[in-house]
């Protein structure tokens, strides 16, 4: 079992939908929580970053984490084309960024 | 954000050859700087963690000879693939973290494609 697990996709929604992405773990451990997006052949880049259990909103973009399920979401509001990527998260036990474990990506495409 | 920037975006070479890639933090000093590969489809894998002024730190099943990393400065990290051979054709990109901030707020470079031929 992969200490993390994400659901390679592809997700497409129209434009304008809600977007839920998931990702589910297993070492109760883990303690920072991240979501990053990558476009086509490019560096990933950080969108949200949660300390511990709760939710946390950056305009469009809300992440939450519950530990107790060892689940965590990102959720999109009134998505948009450029919003199309592939999510990636990534979550640690320790403030250390070589101890940061990558789910494999969700490819979302959002229709126009 | 922070800025990295990676340098070449992408590159292809002979089965052999040796392939430098360069990572820059172009507005703050990185102590510690980070490779990944990353595979089709697939998430990123730590190769090795880049300590400036010192040797790097290899994970499990990264061949140390094969992937040379050098943290010259603070603001520079190269690695150096060498006598590539067509398996090492992948993705490759860096990180780095800020100074002051969480240790898990990674910043990437835009990565390296990498093919070798």
């Known amino acids: 079992q992969k200490e993390v697990e994400q659901d390679p996709g592809p997700l497409s929604v129209p434009e304008g939908a809600i977007v839920s992405l998931n990702c589910t773990y297993s070492?109760?451990?883990?303690?920072?929580f991240m979501w990053y997006r990558q476009y086509s052949r490019k560096g990933p880049e950080l969108l949200m970053y949660?300390?511990?259990?709760g939710n946390k909103e950056d305009g469009r973009f809300t992440a939450q984490v519950d530990k107790s399920s060892k689940y965590i979401s990102l959720f999109i509001r009134d998505s948009q084309p450029s919003d199309s990527a592939t999510y990636l998260c990534a979550m640690s036990p320790y403030s250390s960024a070589s101890k940061i474990i990558f789910g494999s990506g969700t490819r979302l495409s959002i229709r126009p | 954000g922070a800025v990295v920037s990676q340098h070449p975006s992408r590159v292809i070479c002979k089965s052999g050859t040796s392939v430098k890639i360069e990572c820059r933090s172009l507005d703050f000093q990185a102590t510690t700087m980070f490779w990944y590969r990353q595979f089709p489809k697939q998430s990123l894998m730590l190769m090795a963690t880049s300590n400036e002024g010192s040797k790097a730190t290899y994970e499990q099943g990264v061949e140390k000879d094969k992937f040379l990393i050098n943290h010259a400065s603070l603001t520079l990290s190269t690695l150096t693939v060498t006598s590539a051979h067509p398996e090492d054709s992948s993705f490759y990109i860096c990180?780095?973290?800020?100074?002051?901030?969480?240790?898990?707020?990674?910043?990437f470079g835009q990565g390296t494609r990498l093919t070798v031929v």
């Open positions: 990180s780095a973290t800020r100074p002051g901030a969480s240790n898990t707020e990674a910043f």
């Open positions: 070492n109760s451990a883990f303690q920072y």
């Open positions: 949660t300390y511990s259990s």
